[in-house]
Nanobody, 120 residues
Framework: VQFVESGGGSVQSGGSLRLSCAVS????????ISWFRQAPGKEREGVLC????????YYTESVKGRFTVSRDNSKSTVYLQMNSLKPEDTAVYYC??????????????WGQGTQVTVSS
């Protein structure tokens, strides 16, 4: 099983980015996929989770209304659309799964991460 994130970069405050997570080795629509992030000097935190029924669970209140998640099963890819970005969104973003069909808040399989930097 392999997760490969892409789409990170540097953007000014108020800008947008779309992260992609290419998944291989599993049938994507069988499992929940979560996004986590880790800011410099901070612990990794859950951002949100997409269930196998395409329902979103937000783990971080501050991204509600700004971040959305979707999947394209035909491309085995999950997307994280991030709008109205703020400097506090600066972090390495990871997609991950715990191979369950519900959002547990945890993960066992991780991608390598992609850096998002938001400047003020």
């Amino acid at each position: 099983v392999q997760f490969v994130e892409s789409g990170g970069g540097s953007v000014q405050s108020g800008g947008s980015l779309r992260l992609s997570c290419a998944v291989s080795g599993i049938t994507l629509d069988f499992y929940t996929i979560s996004w986590f992030r880790q800011a410099p000097g901070k612990e990794r935190e859950g951002v949100l989770c997409l269930s196998k029924l395409d329902e979103t669970t937000y783990y971080t209140e501050s991204v509600k209304g700004r971040f959305t998640v979707s999947r394209d099963n035909s491309k085995s890819t999950v997307y994280l659309q991030m709008n109205s970005l703020k400097p506090e969104d600066t972090a390495v973003y990871y997609c991950a799964t715990d191979m369950l069909d519900w959002c547990s808040g945890d993960a066992d399989i991780w991608g390598q991460g992609t850096q998002v930097t938001v400047s003020s």
